[in-house]
């Protein structure tokens, strides 16, 4: 499902010469899946035991909290990537290109 989602809104930007960010809603449902398989996929043997899943689950907050409500961490991690989820607001003048995504996703 998410080959077939993240490869239809790339395909959309090419042909219609948009920003990705445009299609937000992709990247968000994209970062939502990796996050979830990744708390899963570390000691899945973990997975069974409820303090264990608690566990894993407050870390995940932690984790989230620090990556989007913490806007130096934000922009340390994601400006490598400002060629994808960067945008430039045509309306508006110099903006900071992550804003809208620091907006967005967060």
Known sequence: MMWRLNFLVIFC????QNSYMLYYIC???TIFTVFVYACLGIAPHLNKSPLWMW???TLCFVAIYVLWDMKSVFYAIWTPFDW??????????????LHEWYFRSG
């Open 27 to 29: 990247p968000m449902h």
């Open 55 to 57: 566990t894993k689950i």
């Open 84 to 97: 994808f989820v960067g945008y430039t607001d045509p309306r508006k003048g110099k903006q900071d290109r």
């Open 13 to 16: 930007c090419i042909v219609l």
